[in-house]
């Protein structure tokens, strides 16, 4: 049995990174083109543990268990109580679009019709928070508890401890249809869960940031003054994610500028003037550079490497190779002569891309939309954030 749980657990685990690779892909300026994800992540889940790009609002991490528990008295087997569970995860979409605040919503396009249920998304933060009893708890899991259950109160109560965190809020009577209400996060509602997260993330920069409330207006980790005002390891990792996500800019800006270069040699016209959009950029960021000179020639990438080591995956020998020479080269690149830096990022990318590489294959240069992971590292903080705001709103309500 142990095994089998083992295996589910990784299963689910693999399909919500495959989701989040799949929703990076979709978005142009996040692309992972020259492969860095891996770093990438490693340092997300050093800053923010238990969340992903998927991520939307914070009470999903209850509307998610009351899903389950409001499932458990309406079926003896196993499919009955996954079926019901289902369709409460359904008619949620639907109850919250009648609460008015559609942001966030998952399913706000599809309807009731979502192939991926917010349960599927929110699973790791479920886990990592400690809102189901166990961290190797899946879904198939948490319904055979409530399988096994009898229908009366009492034993239902049990069956609560066994599934989910026993000091889980009860969900509201009527829930999911008549009751759901919006994303707001009632005061105690806040409080339990800034309890879950505090627990979960402790040592960590979220877990500095669960108890001081971040600008939601931040653009970065590493421009939010509360998150500058963390200490020990928590900074250190954010001083890493700063450099790391400057330095990978770079790279993205070069490439996006070699793409351009041969994409007005080759007469496309749709994108307008990208040579010299990217070529203005990358001297931005060699201006940047310069200011950031001492922070970067006192890296200590010794330490960079062992946090990233300490993750939850490995960094491939080629990607830790690729980056050491990235961060070398990156401190003396001078827009001025780039054949150096040019070298490196051809090869990198056929040697990450293969077939695919756009430097390479005609038609993917043709259908360049000007941005192949053009933007600026952010390691989810534009998700992270929104969770924050959700909660410390909710902390400071007035109501219960």
Same mark, same amino acid.
């Given at each position: 049995m142990p095994s089998?749980?083992?295996w589910l657990d990784a299963s689910s685990e693999d399909q919500r990174r495959m989701r989040e690779i799949v929703n990076l892909f979709s978005e142009r300026d996040s692309r992972d083109e020259l492969g860095f994800g891996q770093v990438r992540d490693a340092l997300s889940d050093s800053?923010?543990?238990?969340?992903?790009?998927?991520?939307t609002r914070a009470r999903y991490m209850l509307l998610i268990p009351w899903c389950f528990t409001a499932a458990q008295s309406t079926g003896r087997s196993a499919d009955d109580i996954s079926a019901a569970v289902a369709a409460n995860e359904r008619n949620?979409?639907?109850?919250?679009?009648?609460?008015?605040?559609?942001? @966030?919503?998952?399913?706000?396009?599809?309807g009731a019709n979502l192939k991926t249920l917010p349960s599927s998304v929110y699973w790791a933060a479920l886990r990592k928070y400690g809102i189901l009893s166990s961290p190797a708890m899946d879904r198939q899991d948490a319904i055979a508890f409530d399988a096994a259950s009898s229908v009366s109160d009492a034993e239902i109560d049990n069956d609560r401890i066994g599934a &989910?965190?026993?000091?889980?809020?009860?969900?509201?009577?009527?829930?999911?249809?008549e009751s759901a209400g919006n994303f707001d996060l009632s005061r105690s509602e806040a409080n339990w869960l800034r309890?879950?997260?505090?627990?979960?993330?402790?040592?960590?920069?979220?877990?500095?940031?669960v108890e001081y409330r971040p600008e939601a207006a931040s653009a970065a980790p590493w421009d939010d003054p509360t998150s500058l005002e963390a200490t020990g390891a928590p900074q250190q990792v954010l001083q890493h994610a700063k450099l790391f996500s400057f330095a990978a800019h770079g790279a993205a800006l070069l490439y996006n500028l070699m793409l351009a270069e041969q994409y007005e040699s080759a007469g496309y016209n749709q994108i307008v003037a990208p040579v010299d959009r990217y070529s203005d950029r990358l001297r931005e960021w060699q201006q940047e550079r310069?200011?950031?000179?001492?922070?970067?020639?006192? &890296?200590?990438?010794?330490?960079?490497?062992?946090?990233?080591?300490? @993750?939850?995956?490995?960094?491939?020998?080629?990607?830790?190779?690729?980056?050491?020479?990235w961060l070398d080269a990156s401190l003396v690149?001078?827009?001025?002569?780039?054949?150096g830096g040019r070298d490196m990022i051809r090869s990198r990318e056929r040697q990450h891309k293969g077939a695919q590489s756009r430097l390479t294959n005609q038609k993917l240069l043709q259908s360049w939309q000007g941005a192949s992971g053009a933007g600026r590292l952010a390691f989810r903080w534009p998700?992270?954030?929104?969770i924050l705001t959700d909660l410390h709103d909710g902390l400071e309500r007035t109501d219960a």
């Amino acid at each position: 049995m142990p095994s089998l749980v083992a295996w589910l657990d990784a299963s689910s685990e693999d399909q919500r990174r495959m989701r989040e690779i799949v929703n990076l892909f979709s978005e142009r300026d996040s692309r992972d083109e020259l492969g860095f994800g891996q770093v990438r992540d490693a340092l997300s889940d050093s800053l923010f543990p238990g969340t992903s790009t998927l991520l939307t609002r914070a009470r999903y991490m209850l509307l998610i268990p009351w899903c389950f528990t409001a499932a458990q008295s309406t079926g003896r087997s196993a499919d009955d109580i996954s079926a019901a569970v289902a369709a409460n995860e359904r008619n949620l979409i639907l109850a919250l679009r009648k609460g008015g605040d559609e942001r @966030g919503l998952l399913g706000r396009v599809a309807g009731a019709n979502l192939k991926t249920l917010p349960s599927s998304v929110y699973w790791a933060a479920l886990r990592k928070y400690g809102i189901l009893s166990s961290p190797a708890m899946d879904r198939q899991d948490a319904i055979a508890f409530d399988a096994a259950s009898s229908v009366s109160d009492a034993e239902i109560d049990n069956d609560r401890i066994g599934a &989910w965190s026993p000091t889980l809020p009860l969900a509201p009577r009527g829930f999911p249809s008549e009751s759901a209400g919006n994303f707001d996060l009632s005061r105690s509602e806040a409080n339990w869960l800034r309890d879950r997260m505090a627990e979960g993330s402790e040592g960590t920069l979220l877990g500095h940031l669960v108890e001081y409330r971040p600008e939601a207006a931040s653009a970065a980790p590493w421009d939010d003054p509360t998150s500058l005002e963390a200490t020990g390891a928590p900074q250190q990792v954010l001083q890493h994610a700063k450099l790391f996500s400057f330095a990978a800019h770079g790279a993205a800006l070069l490439y996006n500028l070699m793409l351009a270069e041969q994409y007005e040699s080759a007469g496309y016209n749709q994108i307008v003037a990208p040579v010299d959009r990217y070529s203005d950029r990358l001297r931005e960021w060699q201006q940047e550079r310069d200011l950031l000179a001492d922070e970067l020639s006192s &890296w200590d990438r010794t330490d960079f490497w062992t946090n990233i080591d300490a @993750g939850s995956g490995s960094v491939a020998p080629r990607s830790r190779m690729f980056v050491n020479d990235w961060l070398d080269a990156s401190l003396v690149l001078d827009t001025h002569d780039l054949s150096g830096g040019r070298d490196m990022i051809r090869s990198r990318e056929r040697q990450h891309k293969g077939a695919q590489s756009r430097l390479t294959n005609q038609k993917l240069l043709q259908s360049w939309q000007g941005a192949s992971g053009a933007g600026r590292l952010a390691f989810r903080w534009p998700q992270v954030n929104q969770i924050l705001t959700d909660l410390h709103d909710g902390l400071e309500r007035t109501d219960a």
